[in-house]
């Protein structure tokens, strides 16, 4: 079992930055593929970025590519998700998984979550 702990969201003008982390806690962090996704109000999950075990090639969606940099420092078993030029429309909870799934954007890949974090971006 791997517990996924996110923090770092909260309140932030438009064209502001945050930084998420997501730590894990599991010494085989290095394993898995580590993603991110989030959930605005009234819609669905959606994929936002990816980075694979051992640190392969990342992936993003259309709609933070340039914005959006995932990474991972395997000495803390931790994911980051640094987010620049945010817009209204970044608002949503933000939650991290783990999994081992080749499809990178697909929730379904996916194995474990964490609880989320609230981001929110005023206009």
């Known amino acids: 079992q791997v517990h996924l702990v996110e923090s770092g969201g909260g309140l932030v003008q438009a064209g502001g930055s945050l930084r998420l982390s997501c730590a894990a806690s599991?010494?085989?962090?290095?394993?898995?593929?580590m993603g991110w996704f989030r959930q605005a109000p009234g819609k669905e999950r959606e994929f936002v970025a990816a980075?694979?075990?051992?640190?392969?090639?990342?992936n993003y969606a259309d709609s933070v590519k340039g914005r959006f940099t995932i990474s991972r420092d395997y000495a803390k078993n931790t994911v980051y998700l640094q987010m620049n030029s945010l817009k209204p429309e970044d608002t949503a909870v933000y939650f991290c998984?783990?999994?081992?799934?080749?499809?990178?954007?697909?929730?379904?890949?996916?194995?474990?979550w964490g609880q989320g974090t609230q981001v929110t971006v005023s206009s």
């Open positions: 998984a783990a999994g081992f799934g080749t499809r990178l954007a697909l929730a379904g890949s996916y194995k474990y």
């Open positions: 599991e010494r085989t962090f290095s394993t898995y593929t």
């Open positions: 980075i694979p075990w051992g640190g392969g090639s990342t």
